[in-house]
T-cell receptor, first 109, second 111 residues
Framework: GEDVEQSLFLSVREGDSSVINCTYT??????LYWYKQEPGAGLQLLTY?????DMKQDQRLTVLLNKKDKHLSLRIADTQTGDSAIYFC?????????FGTGTSLTVIP | DAEITQSPRHKITETGRQVTLACHQTWNHNNMFWYRQDLGHGLRLIHY???????NKGEVSDGYSVSRSNTEDLPLTLESAASSQTSVYFC??????????FGQGTRLTVV
């Protein structure tokens, strides 16, 4: 299968920016996605980026895509305690989809 | 509104018993997936289906089976539950080149 890799853990102080990184292998994906999973809940779509874009901004969220290096990142500005969750990047070529292992973000008050 | 639901949300069963977890979606998606989530392993694909009567094995399919008799449902069966199958199970559905929608998960404990 395809490999989607993320670091497992990230801790930041409240108010700082968080950057979660992801590398992927399949270059045919039309969209690349970020999902958020809060404790005890399912995965919710957070944001996505079309594969021909370099950057997408959505309020506190900024997604950066480097297609050459197959690198995707999610930046959360002014991180709040409510942002503590597991974040998954996903590439979805056609009918299939592949997830990273998830990055557990802990926000320290 | 369209949705995807899993049942039960919590299940405790004994080793050796057959267990079926239900997944129902009203998105009319052809593609449905079952994942298990365990600490340190992220989401691992168990089985998936691209349409009625189509089923495929994922990376951790041993001990599990699925059937797809209609578009809306993809039940996951554990033939003979083992303690190693204690996990949280997620069902998902998606259309072609669209986002995936997830159920709320089923927490299964095998004792």
């Amino acid at each position: 299968g395809e490999d989607v890799e993320q670091s497992l853990f990230l801790s930041v102080r409240e108010g700082d920016s968080s950057v979660i990184n992801c590398t992927y292998t399949d270059s045919s994906s039309t969209y690349l996605y970020w999902y958020k999973q809060e404790p005890g809940a399912g995965l919710q779509l957070l944001t996505y980026i079309f594969s021909n874009m370099d950057m997408k901004q959505d309020q506190r969220l900024t997604v950066l895509l480097n297609k050459k290096d197959k690198h995707l990142s999610l930046r959360i500005a002014d991180t709040q305690t409510g942002d503590s969750a597991i974040y998954f990047c996903a590439e979805i070529p056609g009918n299939q989809f592949y997830f990273g292992t998830g990055t557990s973000l802990t926000v320290i008050p | 509104d369209a949705e995807i639901t899993q049942s039960p949300r919590h299940k405790i069963t004994e080793t050796g018993r057959q267990v079926t977890l239900a997944c129902h979606q009203t998105w009319n998606h052809n593609n449905m997936f079952w994942y298990r989530q365990d600490l340190g392993h992220g989401l691992r694909l168990i089985h998936y289906s691209y349409g009625v009567q189509d089923t495929n094995k994922g990376e951790v399919s041993d001990g599990y089976s699925v059937s797809r008799s209609n578009t809306e449902d993809l039940p996951l069966t554990l033939e003979s539950a083992a303690s190693s199958q204690t996990s949280v199970y997620f069902c998902a559905s998606k259309g072609p080149n669209t986002e995936a929608f997830f159920g709320q998960g089923t927490r299964l404990t095998v004792v």
